[in-house]
């Protein structure tokens, strides 16, 4: 069998410079999906074949910016840092069309197009006010194991926590571990409970469909959400702690965070129901949850920012707790190209899309637009479940 040659201007073959071939294989084939050959450093890509060359040098940011097309663009720019690679810049809308990203590889810089945005994780951790000074002494609910290493071994530190919720229940307990001799503190606005784990509860999270999630009314959706995903813990977890001399609980809200009157700690100020209040520890962990807004306000440039709410309406200033306008399809409704944000899906969805309770469905929500020929019937389009 015979192969055409392209046609006349078309781009026949592709030179990529390089510095290690093999990492580059490895990582277009992660990455593209394209098939690599070690003994020629060659590869076959869709529509083009090429080779890797380490006789030319990359020519940095003076050189030609190739475009490639993807399915899914979060979930590929996963895929450049996990494989060695680095994003440059934060996604931009091209026309209107096309989300574009550009990403710095071995070979030397990338661009990634897709038709639509799936964007996962719970966000940035929420602001915590404290002086400069006490910086060391302050830990967040995704700081690192070698971070919560400054506590000292051995010790009887005492460690205020502050939160109320999963992350907070998650840190005392890694920290429970980790450092067994300290004594904590755990600030929550309110006393914490422990969620019923019903098979009622467990099905809504893994299909809200059960319960017709979307027609109920907005304060009977919050109420569910308070009682059994937010602000609450396990039962086995509640126990261990409950019982534990080591643990303690003040019902309050950290207001703000200073050092210590002798300069080795920190002071906490709190609101109380009894009133304001103060006390010091060695350390605090912020875990007062994550902000999903907060980081999109810094991923996506001003420009898409504002196409953004021509679209949906206010969203980037709305009050903490604000219902924004997710559709089923776990899209901001009226964006396109779309954006699939499940992690503000919860009050409108079903609270299993925010934790990623209901992976399974996620993925068939999330790919249903595709499924569809006609994108103007899914507003009315409703599968079975």
Known sequence: ????????????????????????????????????????????????????????????????????TVDDLYRTLGRVVEHGGRVRDRPVL????????????????????????VLTGPGIHRAFPHEPAVAERVFHCDSRRDEFARIPAGTQCDVAIVGGGESALSATMFLRGMRPDCRYTIYTPMLPMSRGESFLENRVFSNPDTVEWESLDQQTRRDFVKHSDRGVFDP?????????????????????????????????????????????????????????????????????????????????????????PIGRNLELKGMRPWIHIPGLAGLSQGPGFANLGALGLLSNRVLQPLMVANTELLDSYKPVA
């Open 236 to 324: 086995p977890s509640l126990a261990a702690i409950a019982y534990d001399e080591r643990c303690h609980f003040v019902t309050g809200r950290v207001i703000d965070v200073g050092a210590a009157d002798g300069g080795a700690g920190v002071r906490l100020e709190f609101e109380a129901p009894e009133g304001a209040g103060s006390r010091e520890h060695d350390f605090v962990a912020n875990c007062t949850g994550f902000d999903l807004l907060a980081q999109l306000r810094t991923l996506f440039p001003a420009s898409a920012r504002e196409r953004i709410e021509r679209s949906c309406g206010p969203i980037w200033d709305q009050p903490a707790g604000s219902e924004v």
């Open 1 to 68: 069998m015979t192969t055409s040659p392209p046609p006349r201007g078309a781009i026949g073959y592709l030179q990529l410079p390089t510095t290690d071939v093999a990492a580059s294989i490895a990582f277009y084939e992660a990455v593209l999906g394209w098939r690599g050959e070690a003994t020629h450093a060659s590869f076959e890509a869709p529509g083009l074949i090429g080779q890797w060359t380490t006789d030319l040098a990359a020519s940095g940011e003076g050189g030609p910016v190739l475009w490639f």
């Open 94 to 117: 091209d026309q209107g069309e096309r989300w574009l990203v550009e990403a710095e590889t071995a070979a030397g810089r990338a661009a990634h197009a897709g038709g639509a945005l």
